[in-house]
């Protein structure tokens, strides 16, 4: 008997499509949507594999097994994507076209086999993703932003801005979410910079977690929003939920795009706005990426210490001065010297988290923001990551280190009850 080898894939695809026709004629799609997921699947997979075993084609009893599985993710799933969302290991998915997919595993990318039949079946996947949470993407709107039943992130973007075809990007949302021991364990970061940290989270101070694409940014804000008391009112805002608060006392907010006519967004500004009124003790924001940024130092120093927030940047100095350009997104006309006071007064700390070249994330700078001098935001360094270089496998090597410099903030957390022990600040670490 013939296998998946030898018949041809158009072959393959062609009697794919057609089983798939002719199995939704013949279900009873209203009443399967009042049944539960899993009886649903199994009535549709007994129904798929009769179809199957009652058709003339050459292939054996396991391709037969795949052709039901690919069948049954068609109707239920994401097809071709399904087994991809089903593997622990892949971080990230992206479809460049229809015949190439990528996926990112370890932080390294690599190209799967697997395709789609052509970009109306990858259009229908991408259309079957965003209709889900009530959006759309078509020619006059042809980039949108979703995220999947798991909370995994979502971007898709279709011709004419995209030339080869329509083009997908799926962050994946863990199902486990990764702890402090996960990232000590991953030489992420070590147990003195932990120490510190969620220090710096019990005491209120405010942090921006700064790092490019795919640095770890909302890893890192998760586990150390871990550490804020269980007491205490916590509101998240966010593009797309991502964050995995355990606290109790918690409540999630979420921007919205416009709608068919181009009505109803509610931007970021606005609900970073909205929680002020929310008596709130942490505000977490998911990410800064323009005006909003103004409101988030305003909430820093008026009372709302302790809030969290990411920014892109590639340096807790780039981080500070992006900032201070999104502030000046607000059109408020506020002098140059009164943002960067503002942001010197309001900011305690930067952590910075990079994606090295193996694929490894590090936290490679903890900073205090000390001041301001002569207009210009005075930052030092705490610890830091030194790379000393890559052995034969490509693994970076280096060494975490104190810069045996006590921040200026000690004394403040040790009054908040969170006292820092002096050798703390003399550690060091070779990876």
């Not at 409540?251 to 967004?265: A, F, H, Q």
């Given at each position: 008997m013939a296998n998946l080898q030898t018949f041809?894939?158009?072959?393959?695809?062609?009697?794919?499509?057609?089983?798939?026709?002719?199995?939704?004629?013949?279900?009873?799609?209203?009443?399967?949507?009042?049944?539960?997921?899993d009886s649903a699947r199994d009535e549709v997979l007994v129904l798929i594999r009769s179809s199957i075993n009652s058709e003339a084609v050459p292939l054996s009893f396991t391709e037969r097994e795949q052709l039901s599985r690919e069948i049954l993710d068609e109707i239920f799933g994401l097809g071709p994507?399904?087994?991809?969302?089903?593997?622990?290991?892949?971080?990230?998915?992206?479809?460049?076209?229809?015949?190439?997919?990528?996926?990112?595993?370890?932080?390294?990318?690599?190209?799967?086999?697997?395709?789609?039949?052509?970009?109306?079946?990858?259009?229908?996947?991408?259309?079957?993703?965003?209709?889900?949470?009530?959006?759309?993407?078509?020619?006059?709107?042809?980039?949108?932003?979703?995220?999947?039943?798991?909370?995994?992130?979502?971007?898709?973007i279709i011709p004419p801005l995209a030339l080869d075809g329509a083009c997908l990007s799926i962050r994946r949302f863990g199902r486990d979410p990764i702890t402090a021991r996960n990232m000590l364990d991953n030489r992420s970061l070590t147990e003195p910079?932990?120490?510190?940290?969620?220090?710096?989270?019990?005491?209120?101070?405010?942090?921006?977690?700064?790092?490019?694409?795919?640095?770890?940014?909302?890893?890192?804000?998760?586990?150390?929003?871990?550490?804020?008391?269980?007491?205490?009112?916590?509101?998240t805002i966010e593009d797309a939920a991502e964050l995995q608060l355990k606290q109790e006392h918690i409540v999630r907010l979420e921007t919205r795009p416009p709608n068919i006519e181009g009505k109803g967004s509610v931007r970021m500004r606005q609900l970073v706005i909205n929680s002020l009124r929310m008596r709130p003790d942490r505000i977490v924001v998911g990410e800064v990426r323009g005006e909003e940024a103004f409101d988030m130092l305003q909430a820093m120093n008026t009372g709302h210490e302790g809030s969290l927030t990411t920014v892109h940047a590639n340096s807790p100095r780039d981080a500070l001065a992006r900032i201070e350009n999104m502030v000046s997104?607000?059109?408020?006309?506020?002098?140059?010297?009164?943002?960067?006071?503002?942001?010197?007064?309001?900011?305690?700390?930067?952590?910075?988290?990079?994606?090295?070249?193996?694929?490894?994330?590090?936290?490679?700078?903890?900073?205090?923001?000390?001041?301001?001098?002569?207009?210009?935001?005075?930052?030092?360094?705490?610890?830091?990551?030194?790379?000393?270089?890559?052995?034969?496998?490509?693994?970076?090597?280096?060494?975490?280190?104190?810069?045996?410099?006590?921040?200026?903030?000690?004394?403040r957390l040790a009054t908040a009850g969170c006292r820092l022990s002096p050798a703390l600040f003399e550690s060091r670490m070779e990876v």
């Amino acid at each position: 008997m013939a296998n998946l080898q030898t018949f041809e894939r158009g072959d393959y695809q062609q009697v794919k499509s057609d089983l798939h026709r002719k199995i939704l004629d013949r279900l009873d799609l209203e009443k399967l949507g009042r049944t539960t997921s899993d009886s649903a699947r199994d009535e549709v997979l007994v129904l798929i594999r009769s179809s199957i075993n009652s058709e003339a084609v050459p292939l054996s009893f396991t391709e037969r097994e795949q052709l039901s599985r690919e069948i049954l993710d068609e109707i239920f799933g994401l097809g071709p994507l399904e087994p991809l969302l089903k593997d622990p290991t892949v971080s990230d998915i992206l479809v460049n076209r229809f015949d190439r997919v990528y996926v990112e595993r370890g932080g390294k990318l690599e190209i799967t086999g697997l395709k789609f039949k052509d970009n109306q079946h990858l259009m229908q996947i991408i259309d079957r993703i965003v209709s889900r949470i009530g959006r759309r993407v078509d020619e006059s709107s042809p980039m949108v932003d979703a995220r999947l039943q798991d909370g995994s992130r979502v971007n898709a973007i279709i011709p004419p801005l995209a030339l080869d075809g329509a083009c997908l990007s799926i962050r994946r949302f863990g199902r486990d979410p990764i702890t402090a021991r996960n990232m000590l364990d991953n030489r992420s970061l070590t147990e003195p910079m932990l120490e510190l940290l969620s220090a710096m989270v019990k005491g209120r101070l405010n942090l921006i977690i700064s790092g490019g694409t795919g640095a770890g940014k909302t890893t890192v804000l998760n586990v150390l929003s871990g550490y804020i008391p269980n007491s205490e009112r916590i509101v998240t805002i966010e593009d797309a939920a991502e964050l995995q608060l355990k606290q109790e006392h918690i409540v999630r907010l979420e921007t919205r795009p416009p709608n068919i006519e181009g009505k109803g967004s509610v931007r970021m500004r606005q609900l970073v706005i909205n929680s002020l009124r929310m008596r709130p003790d942490r505000i977490v924001v998911g990410e800064v990426r323009g005006e909003e940024a103004f409101d988030m130092l305003q909430a820093m120093n008026t009372g709302h210490e302790g809030s969290l927030t990411t920014v892109h940047a590639n340096s807790p100095r780039d981080a500070l001065a992006r900032i201070e350009n999104m502030v000046s997104m607000a059109n408020l006309n506020i002098p140059e010297r009164a943002i960067r006071h503002q942001i010197a007064n309001a900011v305690h700390a930067v952590v910075q988290v990079a994606r090295l070249s193996d694929g490894t994330r590090k936290i490679i700078t903890v900073s205090e923001v000390t001041g301001i001098v002569d207009d210009m935001i005075i930052l030092q360094d705490i610890f830091i990551f030194e790379r000393s270089g890559v052995d034969e496998s490509g693994k970076v090597r280096g060494v975490f280190r104190s810069t045996g410099v006590a921040p200026h903030f000690a004394e403040r957390l040790a009054t908040a009850g969170c006292r820092l022990s002096p050798a703390l600040f003399e550690s060091r670490m070779e990876v």
